[in-house]
């Protein structure tokens, strides 16, 4: 009986000191594993799943906190200079439509395709590619126009793609620039390659920027037209108009697009639909070809010249006019 007592006690001692060593060795890891943890996130892993793996292996190996790491990588035939990443770019382009996308007055769209090579220790995200040109770094604007590129090209590059060490990508960028720029290279900053990276200098394509064009074909004074009959003070005038495309793409006769600009006022037109040939958002306007209709605008009696205005946010076209 007394061995048996002797030996249970003997027990309890022995747990006592496995879980004080147990919680000390957590404490330990916790504290000392930190480059362990970064070098895990340095090299594609999430902080939460690295820090948990890592204190479990420091405290499985006796509170011994070793720096380990997972390489993740692209599938690749090709073997890259240890410590360097490569960018090249390809199928370069100047366009002034994306989408609905138009670039700023002065500027056009430079869109690419840019082969990463990934012969470095840590992910490289491409959203960090600039293009240098004129002296300038313009950054991507890729994330923002979703319809770019077509189908026919490779991905956009975007924040949830990176490249691993010894992985390959090609993806698009799209970057707006100052108009006439004729040449330029990519950079990739220290923050991700602790060098300075740069591609080859390559040419930028020029490219003519697209248009629209208005034309008054006919402008009078009408007694009434659609749902105007004009209000004292007021007299309705008729335009037959046509809108032509020079290039560019997405053109519409919507009367909600057209405006007379008049003695420092602005009139839309409220007339209604019921002139003939009126103008409607239907009647589109083919790319280098053109479209006509009739809209009606109530102004006022001392209306005698102004300027009929067609605009639909990517576009503006406008003619002056005078009444007889």
């Known amino acids: 009986m007394r061995n048996r007592v002797a030996a249970a006690f003997l027990a309890m001692v022995l747990l006592g000191s496995g879980g004080l060593a147990h919680a000390r060795a957590s404490r330990f890891c916790r504290r000392h594993c930190a480059a362990a943890i970064a070098a895990c996130v340095q090299v594609g892993g999430r902080r939460p799943a690295c820090r948990r793996a890592t204190i479990r292996q420091c405290k499985h190996d006796g509170a011994v906190c070793s720096v380990t790491t997972t390489t993740f990588s692209f599938p690749t035939t090709t073997t890259f200079p240890s410590g360097v990443v490569q960018l090249e770019a390809s199928n370069v382009q100047t366009l002034y439509e994306i989408g609905l996308g138009v670039p700023a007055p002065g500027s056009e769209f430079v869109a690419l395709e840019v082969m990463i090579r990934n012969g470095g220790a840590g992910n490289v995200s491409p959203v960090g590619i600039v293009l240098h040109a004129a002296g300038l770094d313009y950054?991507?604007?890729?994330?923002?126009?979703?319809?770019?590129?077509?189908?026919?090209?490779?991905?956009?590059?975007?924040?949830?793609?990176?490249?691993?060490?010894?992985?390959?990508?090609?993806?698009?960028?799209?970057?707006?620039?100052?108009?006439?720029?004729?040449?330029?290279?990519?950079?990739?900053?220290?923050?991700?390659?602790?060098?300075?990276?740069?591609?080859?200098?390559?040419?930028?394509?020029?490219?003519?920027?697209?248009?629209?064009?208005?034309?008054?074909?006919?402008?009078?004074?009408?007694?009434?037209?659609?749902?105007?009959?004009?209000?004292?003070?007021?007299?309705?005038?008729?335009?037959?108009?046509?809108?032509?495309?020079?290039?560019?793409?997405?053109?519409?006769?919507?009367?909600?697009?057209?405006?007379?600009?008049?003695?420092?006022?602005?009139?839309?037109?409220?007339?209604?639909?019921?002139?003939?040939?009126?103008?409607?958002?239907?009647?589109?306007?083919?790319?280098?070809?053109?479209?006509?209709?009739?809209?009606?605008?109530?102004?006022?009696?001392?209306?005698?010249?102004?300027?009929?205005?067609?605009?639909?946010?990517?576009?503006?076209?406008s003619a002056d006019f005078a009444l007889d």
């Open 139 to 317: 950054a991507s604007y890729g994330a923002y126009y979703g319809p770019y590129p077509p189908s026919a090209r490779p991905g956009a590059c975007d924040i949830f793609t990176s490249v691993a060490p010894g992985g390959e990508l090609t993806c698009g960028l799209v970057f707006q620039v100052h108009e006439g720029v004729t040449s330029g290279r990519l950079t990739l900053g220290q923050y991700y390659t602790t060098s300075a990276v740069s591609s080859s200098e390559f040419a930028i394509p020029s490219a003519t920027r697209p248009t629209a064009s208005l034309t008054i074909d006919a402008v009078s004074e009408v007694a009434f037209a659609g749902y105007c009959s004009p209000r004292p003070g007021f007299k309705v005038v008729q335009f037959a108009m046509t809108l032509t495309s020079h290039g560019a793409s997405g053109l519409a006769l919507d009367v909600y697009r057209l405006a007379l600009l008049a003695d420092n006022a602005r009139y839309t037109n409220a007339c209604g639909y019921l002139a003939p040939d009126p103008c409607d958002g239907a009647i589109g306007v083919p790319v280098d070809g053109a479209s006509s209709c009739t809209a009606a605008f109530e102004v006022r009696e001392s209306v005698g010249a102004g300027t009929l205005l067609y605009d639909d946010g990517r576009y503006q076209a």
